[in-house]
């Protein structure tokens, strides 16, 4: 019973006649419950119903403004309405993007909504089979209903934030993942386990991806969808560097950086074999690779490490026995030692004895069939005959053209000696490692290390010529050339300086900058435990190279000094070589004029038939010319040199290279070039020296 209070008269109204007569807003009588609560089964899969209809405007569920229902009663329906909402919205979104075309794993989490909507209408269906039992007002209430449905109201509601997420930002494949796999860290389990559930079924797509690459080396990615991208029309020498690449912004969350880059790296791997080795032994190997990755899914991450580790450790043990052993890597990287970087000296020596006389020659006059005829009876004539003939048959002559000289203009007078280098041949697989990049580095250290070694086999040739002459004095007996032998004398001291100065070049970049970075090469190519390390390791061993040689932008000064020095050593040689023609051509013409004064004395005659002229032993005088010449030449290496060993004292006192010091050192051993000015050298880096005697001057 109701009481209603009134000022005097009070009347006692049965509940139940009080619910027939009540009035409610718009002063429509109040709707029976029983039919809000059959309207919502409507309601929850997303229809419109006779009382609850989808508003556009407001864009809810909502009970016709026309229908005489209580507020409170109002915004109960509104709440529960918020399901048959999401289920549109879900609805709409699955029917829209659940297409081949947009990519499997967005066609997952459609598959995944269409599940839970498939789970939620069984739920409606089971409500509405309870409702039809009996008497349903007693059954099954609007507030018993909101018990019911407030579980699945928040999976829906998780569900639809998942997918308006993906919807509104684009997302696709490996990114979809990222973005739901952040929703882990949701501090309520319920949420954690349907984000969880939603990651297993959108990662299984990639997770079959992911099998046949690691176990085949295939992508099988059609929508471009995986963290790893095939590029097009990559050829097999630059397929290591260039075939694949990781797409980082398709990388899952659950899949670590250094995990990717291993996964990654085993199917670089056996598309190296297959495509590059021509090795089809790998087949065999991989197929106990296959049968663990099979039945992966999102959780197993401890599998999922067991697994590529195992393939990583099978396919990189294969790529490098097939490099280290079948194309032997550290044989080819000992024959461009031993060739290219001038390590086999017997070779190289001989090889400048039968070449030198063409390199000496204009470049437009020399043709490479020539001297490959020369470089094969140089290995004939040299211990290199006795190397592998398949290495023999790689190593080749190279003559620059116009266009990779500094100065295109120059080519016409330029001569052999600018434009030869020796050449060495590598095919694919090792094309990988040694790239065109890779072989003009080598390029460029030949022609710097054969120019030095130039210089030597000039002024080795400059000291026999001096011999010869010499000797010739001797036979020349009463010779007499004005200031010639004092000029001689200090064209020696010259030299010897030289070959000094070039010697301990020559020691520093064979030993302490080839030797000691081939030992590391060597060391780290054994350890190398895939094939980027070994790449990474012959990279290290060629920047070693050419920094310690000076040839990188940071030494470019002292770079250009030791240049300018061996340039005036070779003008130094020319003049000293037209110094001793003119020595040995007046021996002879002496030694000749002696033989014939004696053929006219045994015929009677005179030896002599001169009438007062000057004999041929006083004939000449070395011109005033060329002592100012040689005067001047021995006056700018001094300089030169100086400037250098400054340079060179500056650099090693900041650079990491310790090597350097040790070369100051040696060419200024007991400080004879410190001097005033620009030549003197910081106390500091002479001091380890200061205890020689001064008079232990360079020699050969």
Not at 123 to 138: I, K, M, T
Not at 195 to 216: D, K, N, Y
Request: one cysteine or more; a neutral charge; hydrophobic letters at 40%.
């Amino acid at each position: 019973m109701v009481t209603l209070p009134s000022d005097s008269n009070k009347k006692i109204i049965p509940a139940s006649t009080m619910r027939a007569i009540s009035i409610v807003e718009n002063n429509f009588p109040e709707l029976a419950e029983e039919n809000l609560v059959r309207d919502l089964m409507y309601a929850f899969q997303g229809l419109d119903g006779r009382y609850i209809r989808y508003d556009p405007q407001t864009d809810s569920m909502r009970v016709d403004p026309s229908i005489g229902v209580t507020r409170p009663t109002r915004d109960l329906v509104a709440r529960l309405g918020e399901a048959g909402w999401m289920v549109r919205r879900l609805r709409a979104f699955a029917e829209k993007n659940n297409k081949t075309t947009q990519g499997l794993v967005l066609q997952s989490l459609c598959s995944s909504v269409l599940q839970e909507l498939t789970d939620f209408y069984r739920l409606v269906a089971v409500l509405e089979a309870q409702l039809n039992q009996g008497d349903g007002a007693s059954t099954l209430s609007l507030r018993r209903l909101a018990v019911w449905i407030q579980d699945p109201l928040q999976r829906l509601k998780t569900l639809l934030i998942l997918v308006e997420g993906v919807q509104t930002q684009g997302l696709r494949g490996g990114a979809i993942a990222s973005y739901v796999e952040k929703f882990m860290q949701h501090g309520d389990p319920g949420v954690q386990q349907i984000v969880q559930g939603v990651l297993a079924c959108i990662s299984r797509p990639m997770f079959l991806i992911l099998q046949r690459w690691i176990c085949e080396g295939v992508l099988e990615d059609p929508h471009g969808e995986f963290f790893i991208e095939e590029i097009p029309k990559v050829g097999v020498d630059t397929l290591w560097a260039e075939g694949y690449v990781l797409r980082h912004e398709m990388r899952p969350k659950f899949i670590s950086a250094d995990l990717a880059n291993r996964i990654l790296l085993i199917g670089k791997s056996i598309n190296f074999m297959r495509r590059c080795c021509k090795d089809t032994d790998w087949a065999h190997q991989s197929m106990a690779v296959a049968k663990d990755v099979q039945g992966l899914e999102y959780g197993q991450d401890a599998k999922l490490d067991a697994v590529v580790e195992e393939a990583s450790r099978a396919s990189n043990s294969r790529v490098l026995f097939l490099l280290m052993d079948k194309y032997r890597f550290l044989s080819h990287c000992q024959a461009i030692k031993q060739y290219l970087l001038l390590g086999q000296g017997d070779f190289i020596q001989h090889l400048m004895d039968l070449i030198g006389s063409d390199l000496a020659k204009p470049a437009s006059s020399l043709y490479r069939h020539n001297l490959v005829g020369v470089l094969e009876s140089a290995i004939r004539g040299s211990n290199a005959q006795y190397d592998d003939a398949e290495i023999l048959g790689r190593l080749d002559v190279r003559l620059a053209d116009a266009g990779s000289l500094p100065a295109p203009s120059s080519f016409a007078s330029a001569s052999g000696w600018d434009i030869f280098s020796l050449d060495y041949h590598v095919d694919t697989p090792l094309t990988t490692i040694f790239t065109p990049l890779v072989m003009n580095t080598y390029l460029t250290l030949f022609r710097y290390m054969w120019g030095v070694k130039r210089v030597e086999y000039s002024l080795a040739a400059s000291w026999r010529k001096h011999m010869v002459a010499s000797h010739h004095l001797g036979l020349g007996g009463g010779l007499k050339i004005g200031g010639l032998r004092g000029l001689l004398h200090q064209c020696n001291t010259s030299r010897n300086e030289m070959v000094h100065f070039v010697h301990n070049l020559q020691y520093y970049i064979m030993f302490e900058v080839l030797e000691s970075s081939w030992g590391e090469l060597d060391a780290a190519a054994r350890r190398a435990s895939d094939l980027d390390q070994l790449i990474g390791a012959h990279n290290r061993f060629l920047e070693s190279l050419v920094r310690r040689a000076l040839l990188t932008p940071e030494f470019s000064n002292l770079l250009s000094s030791l240049q300018r020095i061996l340039s005036l050593i070779t003008r130094f040689t020319h003049v000293l070589d037209n110094l001793y023609s003119m020595v040995v051509e007046e021996v002879l013409a002496k030694i000749e004029e002696e033989r014939q004064q004696y053929q006219r004395t045994l015929e009677g005659k005179w030896g002599v038939e001169t009438d007062g002229g000057p004999s041929a032993s006083m004939r000449k005088e070395v011109g005033p010319e060329v002592k100012a010449q040689i005067h001047q030449i021995h006056q700018e290496y001094r300089s030169l040199l100086e400037q250098f060993l400054h340079a060179l004292a500056t650099f090693k006192a900041t650079t990491v290279d310790v090597n350097l010091k040790f070369l100051a050192f040696r060419l200024d051993f007991n400080e004879f070039y410190q001097g005033s000015g620009a030549g003197r050298l910081s106390a500091s880096a002479a001091s380890s020296s200061s205890s020689i005697n001064n008079n232990n001057r360079p020699r050969p």
